[in-house]
């Protein structure tokens, strides 16, 4: 191991016996570096879970959680594209159905943040800032999921074909993320 120039021996390797030894003093600088480590092996950890599974930013995700330290970022740049939905020119609430006015308008993660740790058109939606926090951190029932489904269909074919948001979107629809991520969340 490498740090700062450094050179540590974290283990003794006995070819000829084809062992493995560890001293004291390996395991006290496993210990002394193990932030260091630990964020090596959830690096690793991240490179495997892609190779498995595309999931969008699993490595940043992975950091996030890591580090405590969660960065979240306006939605309204999703506007743009929820305002594809509007029916009649007005903006109407995901969950009554009812129509928004400009200062009660709140963008919101149908599978909550928490659960997702990232802002995917796939899964925001336009609502009621109190039916929001209303909500809080729970998960939805399936009926919200069925209509999460159905919209993301219907907001793909609205959407310009080149973007980079579109090329997520029909990603989410074909693999269905909505129902893997809400079945795997559900347990
Ligand atoms: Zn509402």
Do not use: R
């Given at each position: 191991m490498n740090l700062n120039r450094n050179t540590y021996e974290i283990y003794e390797l006995d070819r000829n016996q084809g062992k493995v030894f560890l001293t004291k003093e390996n395991l006290l600088t496993l210990k002394e570096h193990s932030d260091f480590l630990f964020t090596v092996i959830n690096y690793r950890w991240t490179q495997m879970l892609e190779g498995f599974n595309y999931s969008p930013r699993i490595s940043r995700k992975v950091r996030a959680i890591d580090e405590n330290n969660i960065k979240r970022s306006s939605l309204k740049k999703f506007h743009k594209h929820l305002?594809?939905?509007?029916v009649d020119g007005k903006r109407k609430c995901f969950y009554c159905d009812e129509e928004i006015s400009e200062n009660d308008i709140s963008v919101d993660h149908v599978i909550p943040w928490s659960y997702m740790f990232s802002d995917d058109l796939w899964n925001l939606v336009y609502c009621h800032k109190g039916e929001n926090s209303e909500k809080s951190n729970r998960l939805p029932a399936e009926e919200d999921i069925k209509r999460l489904e159905e919209r993301n269909i219907i907001l793909l074919s609205r959407m310009?074909?080149?973007?980079k948001d579109y090329d997520h979107l029909q990603i989410a629809v074909e693999k269905d993320y909505v129902k893997k991520f809400w079945i795997s969340f559900k347990g």
């Open positions: 305002d594809l939905m509007l310009e074909n080149k973007s």
